[in-house]
């Protein structure tokens, strides 16, 4: 299954990530099938490759939580019902 995840990069005490799409078997870090985005959580700066995660969501990925929260606040998923219910 593929799943929607956060990869952690950045110094000691100071992360960020990035939202990328990777198989559920694979480690954290490991190599993603795709980047779709990029999460600070030290200054709330979200960056969103929204056609990408449509996409991916349409095609069955499943977001973690963590993920699902930020994804929620950018309105990704009403985007999702639209496109397909189009």
Excluded at 47 to 74: E, H, M, S, Y
């Amino acid at each position: 299954m593929i799943k929607l995840r956060l990869k952690r990069y950045g110094k000691k005490r100071e992360p960020s990530y990035r939202i990328i799409a990777i198989n559920s078997l694979a480690r954290r870090d490991g190599r993603p099938l795709e980047e779709l985005g990029f999460y600070n959580p030290r200054t709330d700066e979200v960056r969103l490759d929204i056609p990408g995660i449509v996409k991916r969501l349409q095609q069955g990925a499943q977001p973690t939580d963590t993920v699902r929260r930020i994804l929620v606040k950018a309105n990704v998923f009403e985007q999702v019902s639209a496109t397909a219910s189009s």
